[in-house]
C-alpha cells in the first residue's frame, strides 16, 4: 500500500476508533484525524513487527484494518489519558 492508502485508512480507522469510544476529545476533530493516520501506522508497524502479519499491497485485507482500527483505539485512549479532558 502507498502513503496514501495508509493516509486513507488512517482516517477511516480514527472514525471507527471515534465511534467505538465517544466522548468530547481534548483536540477536537483535527487532533482525532491526526491520532487516527498515526495509529493506523503504529498498528501497521506493529502488526508486521510482532504480530508476524506483513503489511499487504491490498487495501481490503481484514487484518491490515484491524492493525490500524486498534492502533487507532488505543492512541486515541493513551490521548485521553494524558491530556483529559479539556473541553468540559
Partial sequence: ????SW???GLLAGAI???LLPGRDPGGL?????IGIAGAFVG???S???LDHPITKDFYD???WAAAIGGS???LVLYRLLFGNSRD
Avoid: E, N
Fill in 73 to 75: 483505539f488505543v492512541l
Fill in 62 to 64: 481484514g487484518a491490515t
Fill in 1 to 4: 500500500m502507498t502513503v496514501l
Fill in 44 to 46: 501497521g508497524w506493529i
Fill in 17 to 19: 476508533a471515534k465511534v
Fill in 30 to 34: 483535527i487532533g482525532t484525524t491526526l
Fill in 48 to 50: 508486521a513487527r510482532w
Fill in 7 to 9: 493516509i486513507i485508512l
